[in-house]
């Protein structure tokens, strides 16, 4: 089957590797989609019935620059998979089971399901205090389908232990299924937080993330929730999702009209952005007590005004990717508390363009684009 392989920053192949055989304890899925971005009058055509969709991430991106320390090396494989350089790529996919192996539940899982792929790895050692107490996501070793092995998204099949597959609600699409790591993300850094339903809340920064954190603050009962986000287009996507406020901080002063509009202060205040700049407003923007979550991964470390914490007793902490939130989210989906993700795809594109139409997009055209689906078979172009 073909794959698209990660190699090392600036080395990723679309390659002809065996497919995986369905073995006992392991459910075998076809991949539809995966995702990546938003925004073209590029499609792919997509002829057979199996699939799975992924995504690109965020942090595809940034292993085609840095090798992600989730991912093991050409030499030294990772401790729990077992693995090294190269790995299949794609963590954040839906897909249609195939074939299930012998010891599989066959009354939760069957041939012909959709499902949606939690891809978060740990020890589970009982010895891992992280593990043991339901705090998977900060274990020492954690990694992930699709960074660390066990297969991934950007191919044409996976074969995974039931412990990462969770069945699509009747209603929720592939392409709605694809998207639920990712909002995942947004929904761990609300419940991470002091957040309480009738709390006003403000998202700094509106790249996917920001704009999941968003429809999870909606989702779970946020009187007001403020947007700050100094691209056009990002914006847009902002008031499209029916954001409260929509801040420009280019031309607004986010910190005095937040304090306005609040009287007094958000209550939580969601820093998607990881700038100096995006820390500092939400040090100020926060109210007297409240919480600054941390959510965006920083690539240069800021410096922390703690005599504001100190002074305004801010609670400020962070997450880090998400915890056993896919059966709570997709029930919140498929209640309808959750809407609109369909409309997050602003591209679909074939295996060979992942580099070229996937990351080179994400990294030139990044205000334009939420989600890029990419679809495991031959490329089937049509322009609209």
Same mark, same amino acid.
């Given at each position: ?43 792919? &055509? ?8 992924? /995504? ?6 940034? &292993? ?9 090396? *050409?030499?030294?494989?990772?401790? =729990?998979?077992?693995? /090294? ?20 539940? @066959?009354?939760?899982?069957?041939? !012909? ?18 593990? /043991? ?12 389908? !699709? #960074? ?24 929720? $699409? ?30 700094? !920064? ?12 909606? #989702? ?22 029916? *954001?409260?406020?929509?801040? %420009? ?6 910190? $005095? ?16 952005? !990881?700038?100096?700049?995006?820390? %500092? ?32 007793? =801010? ?30 795809? /602003?591209?679909?594109? #074939? ?7 996937? =990351? ?6 990044? @205000? ?17």
């Amino acid at each position: 089957m073909r794959a698209v392989r990660y190699y090392g920053p600036g080395d990723i192949r679309v390659d002809n590797i065996p497919e995986p055989s369905i073995t006992d304890g392991k459910i075998k899925i076809k991949v539809w989609r995966c995702v990546h971005a938003i925004n073209s009058k590029y499609e792919v &055509a997509y002829p057979n019935r199996y699939a799975i969709a992924r /995504t690109v991430c965020g942090s595809d991106v940034h &292993a085609y620059f840095i090798r992600p320390e989730a991912s093991p090396t *050409a030499t030294t494989p990772h401790p =729990i998979t077992g693995e /090294t350089l190269p790995t299949v790529m794609g963590h954040e996919f839906s897909g249609t089971i195939v074939a299930l192996g012998r010891g599989v539940d @066959n009354k939760k899982y069957a041939v !012909g399901q959709n499902v949606t792929i939690e891809p978060v790895i740990s020890c589970m050692k009982p010895t891992c205090p992280q593990c /043991t107490s339901g705090a998977r996501n900060v274990c020492p070793n954690v990694s992930y389908v !699709g #960074a660390g092995g066990f297969g991934g998204g950007f191919s044409e099949y996976v074969s995974l232990s039931p412990e990462y597959v969770h069945v699509l609600p009747a209603g929720v $699409s592939l392409e709605a299924g694809a998207m639920i790591e990712p909002l995942s993300v947004g929904w761990h850094a609300v419940k991470r937080s002091s957040f309480k339903p009738g709390d006003r809340a403000l998202v700094i !920064g509106c790249g996917p993330i920001g704009l999941f954190v968003l429809k999870s603050l909606q #989702a779970l009962g946020a009187s007001w929730v403020g947007v700050s986000e100094p691209a056009t287009e990002r914006r847009e996507m902002a008031r499209k999702a029916s *954001a409260s406020t929509v801040f %420009d901080p280019l031309s607004e002063d986010v910190v $005095s009209e937040t304090v306005r509009v609040t009287d007094g202060g958000a209550d939580v205040v969601f820093d998607c952005a !990881g700038l100096q700049a995006s820390l %500092d407003t939400a040090l100020q923007a926060v109210r007297p007590r409240g919480t600054v979550v941390g959510v965006a991964v920083w690539e240069k470390m800021p410096t922390l005004n703690t005599h504001a914490i100190q002074r305004k007793e =801010i609670m400020l902490t962070s997450c880090n990717g998400s915890n056993d939130e896919h059966p709570e989210l997709l029930q919140a989906v498929a209640a309808g508390k959750i809407k609109g993700l369909d409309e997050l795809v /602003t591209r679909k594109i #074939a295996l060979e363009d992942f580099v070229e139409m996937g =990351i080179k997009a994400l990294i030139n055209e990044k @205000n334009k684009h939420i989600k890029i689906l990419v679809h495991p078979q031959k490329r089937l172009e049509t322009k609209l």
